[in-house]
């Protein structure tokens, strides 16, 4: 019954460890080897997202008149949105997943959406947006450049998330790199689905899908 | 044999071969090794992966195979393994948590979930321990099995008050340096 490592780690973390090539990803705050879930802080002034181990997330995404901001971890399935066809065509998107986000550097909302070339942005009817604000209260709360609404509403779906930013980006890679052609391909449509699936039963989407 | 203790030799066999491997100086014995591993391990994390979307696709995925799929040992390991396990790390941690309770709580100790990520699992003990077998550094290694087997991918389990855990009195003297040696050898 020796489930744990020769140094006290789990099997599974130390077979990772051991093939993981030479470091991987490291904290971009303090250069330490850190794990694919790890934190993400938000630079203000560049505008940039950074990947870090936990002690820089919580050293420095904790500081007062930050120059960086915790990227936050969960996500939430907003029960009860309310958006109508009509609300969602006025907003001009021309796929059906986006995600909209405060951009404190602009000072408005934006609207991003996956496509096979990576994230587009949309300039947004902003009388649209507040009108979606105005029926759901919840979209007052997102924290700005870290929050974001996701709307996915492919294959009939209506289906509304508050997501951490680094989500949505994650989505955006897992549809670039499997988006084939013009319809985007079994492929692609099964990885989307297995997204939203997670997203909306653990409120986060496991490492091992974003990656195999 | 049956497929709990198969695993668990694999798994020790495993670890054998990775200090074997991570023991050697040469990096042009080690490196093909690392990398013949890598690829095979990415084959089946691949496979697996579109196995399983293929079964939740067909709509069969439903409560009693999931349930199904995570009493198999063998095939809970392979899940773990590719970070396919329908159950997050959070939830069998807590779930192995509540599993630790009543059998350390006979021995008169406390213990309380505080964080589960990949990095670390960290609990919180509490309590007198009591009956003269048990030793702390019992306690430390039952607290890790138990984690280690529902969440073999986290780095280490930290386990918070444990230097200040009380040892019943009648605890058997030649233990005591055991005790102390294997903690700390444990704590780093």
């Known amino acids: 019954m020796n489930a744990a490592g020769a140094n006290g780690r789990g099997w599974v973390a130390h077979l990772r460890q051991f093939v993981r090539q030479t470091p991987d990803v490291r904290c971009e705050l303090c250069a330490l080897p850190i794990l694919p879930d790890h934190p993400h802080l938000f630079e203000v002034g560049k505008r940039q997202l950074y990947c870090c181990c936990r002690a820089c997330a919580l050293l420095f995404g904790s500081q007062q008149g930050a120059h960086y901001r915790p990227v936050p971890r969960d996500s939430r399935y907003l029960e009860g949105f309310r958006m109508t066809d009509l609300q969602w065509d006025a907003l001009a998107i021309p796929i059906d997943i986006a995600f909209f986000f405060h951009d404190s550097d602009a000072k408005r909302v934006v609207a991003m959406y996956p496509g096979p070339a990576g994230g587009t942005q949309s300039a947004l009817d902003l009388s649209a947006w507040d009108g979606l604000v105005t029926d759901n209260p919840v979209l007052t709360q997102l924290q700005p450049d870290v929050e974001a609404l996701l709307v996915n509403r492919t294959e009939g779906a209506r289906e509304y998330y508050r997501v951490p930013i680094d989500q949505c980006y994650a989505l955006t890679g897992l549809i670039r790199a499997r988006w084939r052609g013009l319809s985007g391909g079994a492929q692609a449509w099964e990885a989307i689905r297995g997204f939203f699936t997670a997203l909306k039963r653990h409120g986060r989407v496991p490492e091992g899908l974003l990656h195999a | ?188």
């Open chain 2, 1 to 188: 044999m049956n497929d709990a203790r198969t695993i668990e030799a694999q798994q020790r066999r495993i670890e054998e071969l990775i200090a074997a491997l991570e023991a050697l100086d040469d990096p042009h014995a080690k490196e093909p090794a690392k990398e013949l591993l890598q690829v095979v391990l990415d084959l089946h994390a691949n496979g697996l992966s579109r196995l399983m979307e293929i079964v939740a696709g067909s709509g069969v995925l439903d409560d009693p195979l999931t349930e199904a799929l995570e009493r198999d040992p063998q095939v809970s390991a392979l899940l773990l393994l590719h970070g396919l396990h329908p159950q997050d790390l959070p939830t069998r941690v807590a779930r192995a948590v509540e599993k630790l309770r009543p059998l350390i709580g006979t021995q008169g100790i406390q213990i309380e979930l505080i964080d589960a990520a990949e990095e670390a699992v960290a609990v919180q003990v509490s309590g007198r321990l009591q009956g003269k077998h048990n030793t702390v550094a019992e306690l430390q290694q039952e607290i890790e099995r138990v984690i280690f087997e529902a969440a073999p991918e986290t780095m280490r389990v930290e386990i918070a008050g444990l230097s200040e855990m009380n040892v019943h009195e009648l605890r058997f003297v030649p233990n005591h340096s055991d005790v102390t040696s294997r903690t700390e050898a444990g704590g780093q």
